[in-house]
């Protein structure tokens, strides 16, 4: 029988969370965790996404994340996979590192968020050393909120849990939020009401009998970020950013000037790129719409969009402001 599709939205925000096979553990060292994390900051934004929060345990991660519309497989894939190769390749073994599939549920109200997000930064409390002060395990982002430590690898936005406190400032929040999560780390259970009115319905991937329904919810759910679409028209994407260059009318197999040229590479680069997460194209796909170029070469202007994307401020405004052109 096949799976169910996972259920997605331009506006999801996610909770994730994979685990190792026969719990064998994940992360066997620091190292491990350190290289995982490095991992996640390089996939953060390669799809130019949001994450709220993580907690990195011997057997399992959870992540809360935002901004990844329809590419949130491809994320874990990207993720999953890379950490994987690296595994296998210091512990010198084979085969698959993870459980068949990462958990996933699309949180569908800022309190669900809360929630989750108090969930995941108390995941240590069953750590002997860790079970009374949370904050201070180094693999949670816990505490980042908390300024305990500084976010180094710049993985964090704190943002939106901060403003759905209404803080009076930066340590109104942390108390507020300390107090927060070290209540939901206990039998008594914080009642969240005063701080977002929002029914909270907790909606699995696993359980929703009409998909159709719950995705029109998360539709209807918008926490005032600001999100990238990820189902635009490739034709349109491309178009935009020739725009942008002045170069409307011109195609990729057109005569140019040097100069054109020159800034060519640049362009298909960051084409490439947009149609990769805007579009969800694969290598396969961005080929026949860039044309002339392989595979392999797909890959790499890919990756120079990105690095584009993420050095220079205007081509990242660019591509975030490409979904709210049509």
């Not at 064998?24 to 490095?38: C, H, N, Q, S, V």
């Not at 390669?46 to 992540?63: P, S």
């Not at 909270?200 to 970020?225: F, H, M, W």
């Not at 679409?229 to 020739?242: G, M």
């Amino acid at each position: 029988m096949p799976r169910k599709a996972r259920v997605t939205s331009p506006n999801a925000i996610y909770h994730i969370s994979s685990r190792s096979i026969s719990e064998a553990p994940l992360f066997r060292t620091d190292e491990d965790k350190e290289y995982f994390l490095r991992l996640i900051k390089r996939f953060k934004e390669y799809y130019v996404c949001h994450i709220y929060a993580y907690c990195l345990m011997t057997t399992h991660f959870h992540l809360h994340v935002g901004g990844l519309g329809n590419q949130v497989s491809k994320f874990m894939h990207s993720l999953n996979t890379a950490y994987v190769r690296y595994y296998n390749k210091k512990y010198s073994r084979r085969g698959s590192l993870f459980q068949e599939r990462f958990f996933s549920r699309i949180l569908m109200n800022d309190a669900q968020n809360l929630i989750v997000s108090a969930y995941i930064h108390n995941n240590p409390k069953d750590i002997a050393e860790y079970s009374d002060r949370v904050e201070y395990y180094p693999y949670s982002s816990y505490g980042i909120y908390l300024q305990i430590r500084k976010d180094d690898m710049g993985i964090i936005d704190k943002n939106f849990i901060y403003e759905l406190f209404s803080p009076k400032n930066s340590e109104d929040f942390i108390n507020k939020y300390f107090e927060f999560v070290k209540e939901r780390n206990g039998e008594q259970r914080t009642d969240i009401s005063n701080i977002v009115s929002a029914k909270i319905l907790y909606a699995s991937q696993d359980d929703c009998e009409n998909p159709e329904e719950t995705q029109k919810a998360v539709y209807e759910y918008y926490s005032g970020r600001r999100t990238i679409l990820r189902d635009l028209a490739p034709e349109n994407v491309i178009s935009l950013i020739l725009k942008h260059f002045s170069c409307a009318g011109e195609n990729f197999d057109s005569n140019m000037s040097l100069a054109f040229k020159y800034k060519a590479i640049e362009i298909r680069s960051l084409c490439a790129y947009a149609l990769r997460v805007l579009c969800g194209l694969t290598y396969k796909e961005i080929c026949e719409k860039l044309h002339n170029i392989t595979i392999s070469g797909c890959a790499v202007l890919c990756n120079k969009g990105r690095l584009l994307v993420n050095e220079i401020a205007h081509y990242r405004i660019m591509l975030e402001n490409l979904c709210y052109q049509f």
